[in-house]
């Protein structure tokens, strides 16, 4: 018999099916699911049944790399965490987790940390994903739901515009969605999406603001803007006209190196789209003003009358499995279930009457993850650390720093399926199950609720996430429900009123729909898939225009470093590539790390393609092969960031309000290894 | 401490914007001759050509000065300074302490001293602006004196507005500063066929009812004339204070004039010999002033210079030292007066010095780039002046691909494998695609399945 259910990688959450016979089992793509509807998947997604029968499962507690009971390591961590709230307080004990944890994992996580731990320090590893276009879309429309539209009304789009974005090879079935409208791709590398565009336009790395500043200010001059639309369903729009006139376009192709012509051309075939969408990701986000970046296409967004039109729109593309949901129910320092915010007072007193404790017993705001797991193990820091879906020795950035940090720890105890790199480091290590293992929710990057359902047993010896956090509270005093449907009616209670309003979703709904759209409010309620149609949920109803400043990247090149650093994703592997690495198709198509530059760069360093090559910043350096492209600027290296070593070399410079690190440019020297 | 700006132009009032950027506690007064908000001259000719109106030039709106505390005093000329007690003194009798004091007066329109000049427009302010668009509405011909950049633009804006436009020029090429006598030539042709006709080494005489009078006599026609013959540098009150002014008023590299307590920048400053005309440096200066001001260390050491004409269907960029010769320094040259396509490049110790492009290029961004960087050329000149021209060539014809190459990026499949699973029976994309999921990830490498399973049957077809 197959289940159905999702592919366990990234946002898009592929439909997939899954036969187990014996130890045999067999994936196939569903039809049903819009996202890779007409039966698609990647090469993740199609060899994803290795994960399960692989043989590299975790498959029994370890406490100092010793096997223990379950009993024995849920004993040891709750009594060792309990020493160190008594000695230390309870922002001793920190907790991070993850965007693939599913919704009732987040959920419960952040009721571990604020009800059973009464600690601040909690936060997760979507901070380092999703951070700056949630709290650009805050800002502008008062809510953030990814992609405010189902995924196949792309398909009605003549124009898409994707900043920072390259789907073809982080969410290839994605792709299909795309194709009746002409692509405009900004991005400094010629990335296998690149290849798809229209237009490409290549700006510097950690130049993309000025770009968009750019494109305003010409669709501003050149007559372009949707005037009915800015002064009907906007505010602000003048003071952002006032701050582009610094920004004409001669100045922007000197800062961005794109041609004034190319900018020109982009902003009209955007305002002349019938249908047009302005999409973000990573490229444009992971910066010191990732923020203000997606403000400005935001902005440029708004001035071309997108958001909230039928048709068309603003939307980023959210990276993690459940990057959306894990940033909607209160794994993040500021943040309580339902996207409510934590020092929202009538958000605490909802909360934590759905807790059954007191509102002023709910602790405040904490540390964002960069800087929690910075103050790891520092006086005044965290002296414990529970991490569950998470690998930030690979994933943080200056990993070598964070790695030291995570070492001057008392306790770290980690939850996972492998032994990843952060794992080794654990004082007890707890093996869970992993997707399709398990049930639970997941909410893709349209803001649709999806059902992940256990199609195969898990082997023996682990343990639902779920039952790990309750275990822990129980030990620590709480009775807390630990069976998926239980934890996800107890969320929808949490949520009810919030932004992120689930309380009408129930299992049976989502699979009945293939899916339910929040905000859903109550049983009878239909889901919102376009939720910004009729207004947006600011308090006047109107989108803001907000005004934003380019400024350069946090490090620039210099003479000692001189060359630019970019980080990204390659399609056969996913984020730290715990899971990826381990699949052996997937490692044969990408085996290991490597280094793309241009020829005239290796020419100038005599380097040869297959040459072993260190890349060295002023955090650290990492290593990996040459491969020689003329599809990366002169100036520009890029390396992929699934194995150890190129986030020794990033940048942790924060960005002021989304606290998200300059994960995309910093500047480096690069040598061959004799 | 309190900070007294004169000049609210682009250096100015960009100046008091980094300044309070950087420090929430200072006291600003900044002083502007002009009534209105501070404007982008930059965008002066868009407005001209009409892509651009005079509202969307305002760098500051009025509300930002009581926002940001900044008290700006506009309208209000400041008539001299008292070095001795630290104090200015307007024309209309307000006198205000300083303990820092920034010159930002910019400069003023040369206007030559020829007879009926009067009767000319200058180009240099939105009032200007104003003043020669009322006067294009009823004018049958227009005549423009002066062929450096504004010259350039404000020609090509009038001619888009349909006006036959003559634009005389002293020198022996357009934009003789910035250009080599060849990309002069074009440029002229380019503007010729967009209306623009041009005279280059007349001297303009007089200015009569109907036209330009040359030297020689001869009457260039035209009942609307406008002046763009250069600016000068804008330095009677620092020179009436004592400070040190040659053209502009002399500054080292903090910006400060030979009294430490008092700035200038912009086009009224002269540093290292240089007076610079344009606004990236008065914007690099204004942004090195402010943090000297705010006890800083930066240094001013001298600007790029990156000129970059503004006009329709004439896309040129013209940096650094383009005049060099083969003997002095390595030149690349392409030129195809026919297309309107000039292109150079002038290299030195493998630093690009200068460079002009004339005709749309997708060089220009990277040649900007590379010039504002001082990075090293690479080897392949002519890819620099044609970028795309050495990039490998894709083999997606199914013949010419070799079996290596994947074909379906997103589920890692080889031209080999889908011949592979071919010669095992397969015969359409469809079993290709069950057999090695090609075509299942994005989609988007189903042509190029189905024209290398049609070659191979067609190959079959053909051995039969």
Do not use: F, S
């Given at each position: 018999m197959s289940v159905d259910t999702h592919c366990?990688?990234?946002?898009?959450?592929c439909g997939m099916a899954i036969r187990a016979e014996g130890t045999e089992v067999t994936i196939t793509p569903r039809t049903d699911i819009p996202a890779n509807a007409g039966g698609a998947l990647c090469q993740k997604g199609w060899t994803a049944a290795e994960l399960l029968t692989n043989g590299e499962r975790l498959t029994g507690p370890l406490l100092h790399g010793n096997p223990v009971s379950w009993e024995e390591a849920l004993d040891h961590v709750a009594e060792r965490l309990g020493a160190l709230r008594d000695e230390h307080g309870p922002d001793a004990v920190a907790v991070f987790g993850g965007g693939g944890l599913t919704n009732e994992k987040a959920y419960l996580l952040g009721k571990l940390a604020r009800v059973a731990l009464g600690t601040s320090q909690i936060d997760y590893n979507g901070r380092f994903c999703m951070s700056s276009a949630a709290a650009a879309s805050i800002r502008a429309f008062g809510l953030d739901r990814g992609m405010p539209f189902p995924v196949t009304d792309l398909a009605g789009a003549d124009v898409v515009l994707l900043a920072g974005a390259n789907p073809a090879e982080t969410m290839p079935p994605f792709v299909r969605h795309l194709e009746g409208a002409r692509l405009i791709v900004i991005d400094p590398r010629r990335t296998a999406t690149a290849r798809l565009a229209w237009l490409h336009l290549r700006p510097a790395p950690g130049t993309d603001l000025a770009l968009a500043l750019g494109l305003l200010h010409l669709a501003v001059a050149e007559d372009l803007v949707d005037v009915p639309y800015v002064a009907g369903r906007t505010t602000g729009f003048e003071e952002v006209r006032t701050s582009l006139a610094s920004w004409w376009p001669e100045r922007v192709e000197r800062i961005t190196g794109v041609p004034v012509q190319r900018m020109r051309e982009a902003v009209r075939a955007l305002a002349f789209a019938r249908n047009a969408y302005v999409l973000t990701g990573r490229g444009a986000e992971q910066h010191a003003k990732g923020t203000d970046t997606v403000s400005a296409f935001i902005n440029l967004a708004l001035a071309l009358g997108l958001p909230g039109r039928a048709g068309s729109g603003y939307g980023c593309l959210t990276g993690q499995g459940n990057g959306q949901g894990g940033r909607e129910h209160g794994q993040k320092a500021d943040q309580l279930p339902g996207?409510?915010?934590?020092?929202d007072p009538a958000a605490r007193e909802h909360v934590a009457g759905v807790w059954g404790v007191?509102?002023?017993?709910l602790p405040g705001p904490g540390r964002s993850a960069y800087e929690l797991l910075d103050a790891l193990g520092t006086p005044g820091g965290p002296r414990a650390m529970l991490l569950f879906g998470s690998n930030p020795v690979v994933s943080a950035p200056d990993s070598a720093r964070i790695a030291d940090r995570i070492r001057a720890l008392d306790l770290l105890v980690v939850c996972d399926v492998v032994m990843s790199e952060t794992a080794a480091l654990a004082d007890v290590v707890l093996p869970v199950t992993q997707w399709a293992e398990e049930t639970g929710t997941m909410t893709n990057l349209e803001g649709r609720v999806l059902l992940r359902r256990q199609a195969v047993a898990p082997p023996p010896g682990v343990r639902g996430d779920l039952e790990v956090i309750a275990g822990l509270a129980r030990r620590l005093g709480h009775d807390f429900a630990d069976e998926p449907g239980k934890v996800f009616e107890e969320l929808r209670r949490a949520s009810a009123g919030g932004p992120a309003d689930y309380a009408g979703i129930t299992y049976e709904r989502i699979a009945d729909e293939t899916g339910v759209f929040w905000p859903c409010p109550d049983p009878e309620h239909a889901g919102t898939p376009r939720p910004f149609l009729d207004s947006f949920p600011t308090p006047d109803g109107r989108a803001r225009f907000v005004p934003v400043e380019h400024r350069p990247p946090a490090e620039d090149i210099d003479d000692d470093y001189p060359v630019y650093l970019t980080t990204g994703r390659v399609l056969a592997h996913y984020q730290s590539g715990a899971q990826t690495r381990r699949i052996a198709s997937l490692t044969a198509a990408v085996p290991e790390p490597y280094v793309e530059l241009h020829p005239d760069l290796a020419d100038r360093l005599a380097i040869e393609a297959g040459d072993l090559v260190r890349v060295t910043s002023r955090r650290g350096a990492g290593e990996g092969v040459a491969r020689i492209s003329d599809a990366i600027r002169s100036d520009t290296v890029f390396m992929p960031f699934h194995w150890e070593g190129a986030n020794r070399l990033t940048n942790p410079a924060l960005d002021p309000t989304s606290r998200m690190p300059e994960f995309k440019v910093c500047a480096v020297r690069v040598e061959r290894v004799a | 401490m309190r900070l007294v700006v004169v000049g609210n132009g682009m250096a100015g009032s960009r100046l008091v914007g980094e300044v309070r950027a950087r420090d929430p506690r200072v006291s600003i007064t900044v002083f502007g001759a002009e009534h209105g908000r501070p404007y982008n001259r930059v965008l002066l000719s868009n407005v001209l050509a009409g892509k651009a109106r005079p509202e969307q030039l305002g760098l500051h709106d009025l509300s930002w000065y009581a926002a940001n505390r900044v008290e700006a005093a506009l309208g209000s000329e400041v008539a001299w300074i008292d070095r001795e007690a630290r104090a200015v003194h307007t024309a209309d009798g307000r006198r205000e302490p300083y303990d820092l004091l920034v010159l930002a007066t910019g400069s003023e329109a040369i206007v030559p001293p020829i007879p009926g000049v009067e009767r000319a427009i200058p180009f240099r302010t939105l009032d200007d602006c104003d003043r020669i668009l009322k006067a294009a509405e009823h004018s049958r011909r227009a005549v423009v004196v002066g062929g450096g950049l504004l010259g350039i633009e404000a020609a090509r804006g009038l001619a888009g507005r349909g006006l036959p436009v003559t634009l005389l020029h002293l020198a022996g090429h357009l934009m003789e500063r910035q250009l080599d006598a060849e990309a002069g030539l074009v440029l002229g042709e380019t503007l010729a066929g967009l209306g623009v006709e041009t005279r280059t080494g007349v001297l303009a005489e007089s200015v009569e009812e109907t036209g330009v009078r040359l030297a020689g006599g001869e009457l260039v026609e035209g009942d609307l004339v406008v002046l763009a013959c250069g600016v000068r540098p804008l330095t009677a009150l620092a020179a009436e204070a004592g400070l040190e002014v040659r053209r502009g008023v002399v500054v080292d590299d903090e910006l400060r004039t030979d009294d430490p307590s008092i700035f200038a920048i912009g086009e009224c400053a002269e540093h290292d010999g240089t007076v610079y005309g344009l606004v990236a440096p008065a914007w690099e200066q204004a942004s090195v002033a402010a943090d000297v001001i705010t006890g800083g260390k930066t240094r001013y050491r001298g600007s790029r210079l990156v000129t970059r004409l503004k006009a329709s269907s004439v896309e040129l960029a013209a940096m650094g030292e383009t005049q060099l010769t083969d003997e002095h320094a390595e030149v690349v040259r392409f030129s195809h007066r026919a297309q309107g396509t000039y292109r150079k490049l002038v290299i030195r110790d493998d630093r690009l010095v200068g460079a002009i492009l004339l005709g749309d290029s997708d060089a220009v961004g990277t040649l900007t780039q590379l010039f504002d960087r001082g990075g090293p050329v690479p080897g392949d000149r002519a890819g620099l002046l044609f970028p795309g021209l050495s990039a490998a060539p894709v083999a997606d014809s199914p013949v010419l691909m070799p079996d290596a190459a994947k074909v379906c990026q997103c589920n890692n499949v080889t031209k080999g494998q889908i011949r592979a699973c071919w010669e095992a029976g397969a015969r359409d994309v469809a079993g290709v695609a069950a057999a090695t999921?090609?075509?299942?990830?994005?989609?988007?490498?189903r042509d190029a399945v189905a024209g290398i399973v049609g070659w191979l049957c067609e190959q079959e077809g053909v051995s039969a």
């Open positions: 366990p990688y990234c946002a898009l959450q996207y409510r915010k934590i020092d007191r509102p002023e017993d | 999921r090609a075509t299942t990830g994005c989609g988007t490498c």
